[in-house]
C-alpha cells in the first residue's frame, strides 16, 4: 500500500504554502492529488513516492542545468 501525505505534510516536505501546492497539482507541474471522498469538499493526500520523485527531480534538474 502506498503511503498517503496530508495537503499539510506535503507543503512542509516541499517547502510552499499548501494552498500553493494544490494550484501547482491542478495545473499539473505537481502530482495530482488522490480525492478520498466523491463530495467537492472531500479530504485529498498526495502519494508520497511521487513527492519525493517531483523532488528528486527538481534536484536533478538543478544539476543538469549548473553542468
Known amino acids: 500500500m502506498q503511503n498517503l ?3 499539510q ?10 494552498e500553493h501546492i ?12 488522490v480525492k478520498l471522498g466523491k463530495s467537492d469538499g472531500s479530504a485529498v ?12 527531480a527538481r534536484i536533478a534538474e538543478r544539476a543538469t542545468a549548473a553542468a
Open 45 to 56: 493526500r498526495f502519494v508520497e513516492s511521487e513527492v519525493v520523485a517531483w523532488i528528486e
Open 9 to 18: 505534510e506535503t507543503a512542509a516536505r516541499v517547502g510552499y504554502h499548501p
Open 5 to 7: 501525505l496530508t495537503k
Open 22 to 33: 494544490m494550484r501547482l497539482a491542478r495545473s499539473g507541474a505537481f502530482p495530482k492529488a
